[in-house]
């Protein structure tokens, strides 16, 4: 596995380049614990007896049309509420429409001007109350996020792990392999995530697809919409691509055009830097390559309803001068809640190297790749 060593290193040397600046990017923000310093509530929390129990350790919303769910509050940011049901699953509502709320779990909250506090939190339609070391009380309006953690950590994890597998026998011998998987790290200001998507393929003994992407980056949150993508990177192999490994970190600006109750919307762009190495190539100088780079990505969610989920993700990388040598990558998912933590999904996958290398044999593979895979998804 030596183009994974030889990936890994230069991914992980690129990480801790950009990750050595982002102590010092956090402080000019202001974000700042601000428990100890904020005055007690003046006001006394909302008394809720006789209307919900408040003794089993659930959480609870009031809307403004007086009713009220149980269950768990997961997040709150850009003037929604997401809120996890055992019966319902997890909904997402405006805050507006959201006249009270009740979790006597851990939450860090967040405001506008980078002050932290932590604590469970009580609120109506005008303030919020976190309690921990003490109360203190908030105006709604003050609020940038509020994020459910375990214990008393500072941050939330979700993971998923998507597996197929298609097996043919008789005239013609096939495998067909597949996976997707994603790993989120959520804090109230900051977002960790990375996936994976690979697919090995074999048809009467004879290999006939292998590729693999990974991705990771790291988002800083600067405001309600716009956040900072620092570091990022991409490493992608495909050997019927000539690709051995190309490996590209970079830093973006984003902002969220779009963010409500059901559908999301992001656009991000920055510099990069990109490494390629070829499975063959037709001499040995033109086995490595490596340039500055343009990276464009897009991302769009939409829950089509409380079990469906559909998601577009679209990556461009422009080499730069040789802008024709662009390649992205597109895709296109849907997520069908099951029983339990269980997910149907289905992806449609496009990768493109616009301009493919020719092998050793002086042959060049066709630009586009396209795939659809099934599976068992396994959310955790």
Request: net charge negative; glycine share 8%.
């Amino acid at each position: 596995m030596t183009w994974l060593r030889s990936a890994t290193a230069i991914a992980l040397a690129s990480l801790q380049s950009a990750c050595g600046s982002l102590s010092g990017l956090v402080e000019p923000l202001g974000i700042r614990d601000a428990m100890a310093d904020a005055p007690a509530a003046q006001d006394p929390i909302p008394d809720e007896a006789g209307e919900v129990p408040l003794d089993d350790g659930s959480g609870w919303i009031q809307l403004v049309s007086g009713e009220w769910l149980r269950g768990k509050v997961v997040r709150i940011k850009d003037r929604k509420l997401d809120f996890k049901s055992d019966k319902l699953g997890e909904q997402s509502f405006k805050l507006g429409d959201v006249k009270r709320v009740l979790s006597p779990r851990f939450q860090v909250v967040l405001t506008e001007d980078g002050r932290v506090f932590e604590g469970t939190i009580t609120a109506d339609a005008t303030d919020v109350w976190v309690t921990g070391e003490k109360t203190v009380q908030l105006p709604r309006a003050e609020l940038l996020s509020i994020l459910s953690v375990e214990g008393h950590g500072i941050a939330r994890w979700s993971r998923k792990i998507s597996l197929g597998a298609t097996y043919r026998s008789g005239n013609t011998d096939q495998t067909d392999y597949t996976a997707l998987a994603t790993a989120v790290r959520e804090t109230a200001r900051t977002r960790w995530s990375s996936t994976y998507a690979g697919a090995v393929s074999n048809v009467n003994d004879a290999e006939t697809a292998n590729n693999h992407r990974l991705s990771s980056k790291y988002d800083l949150w600067l405001s309600r919409r716009a956040f900072l993508t620092l570091p990022g990177v991409d490493v992608f192999r495909d050997p019927f691509q000539n690709v051995d490994v190309r490996v590209t970190p970079y830093a973006a600006i984003g902002y969220e055009l779009l963010s409500d109750a059901f559908h999301t919307w992001s656009i991000s762009a920055g510099p990069a830097f990109q490494y390629q190495r070829l499975e063959s190539g037709s001499s040995v100088d033109e086995s490595e390559e490596s340039s500055a780079a343009g990276v464009l990505s897009t991302t769009y969610e939409w829950d089509l309803t409380s079990d469906v989920d559909l998601a577009f993700n679209y990556n461009l990388t422009v080499p730069i001068p040789d802008s024709d040598e662009y390649n992205h990558n597109a895709v296109l998912s849907l997520a069908v809640d099951l029983p339990g933590n269980l997910d149907l999904d289905i992806a449609f996958i496009w990768d493109r190297v616009n301009r493919p290398l020719a092998t050793g044999t002086g042959e060049a593979p066709k630009p586009d790749d396209f795939r659809t895979t099934i599976g068992l998804g396994w959310s955790f």
